[in-house]
């Protein structure tokens, strides 16, 4: 019989991974769809960090909280400037 006991096993949970674009257009459209200003509702969240201004329909809230506010700023910025030079 072979014991396995000795061997280390690796887990792996998939990862949902989402790139910043991903998740602000997610969080967008989920605001729109709810009748929200998704403009000001995600600026409202970047600056003070409360995920409460953003919905938890279709797991925007969720999404949004897993995801760094300076990544999404970057984001933001680097679309912008790269739009508009």
Do not use: W
């Amino acid at each position: 019989m072979d014991n396995n006991m000795d061997m280390t096993r690796k887990f792996r949970v998939a990862k949902d991974v989402k790139t910043p674009e991903d998740v602000l257009m997610t969080v967008y459209h989920a605001m729109r769809e709810k009748g929200y200003d998704p403009v000001n509702q995600i600026v409202g969240y970047l600056l003070s960090g409360d995920p409460t201004y953003i919905t938890s329909h279709n797991n925007a809230r969720y999404l949004v909280l897993r995801m760094e506010r300076d990544d999404l700023l970057e984001e933001l910025v680097r679309f912008y400037v790269e739009n508009h030079e």
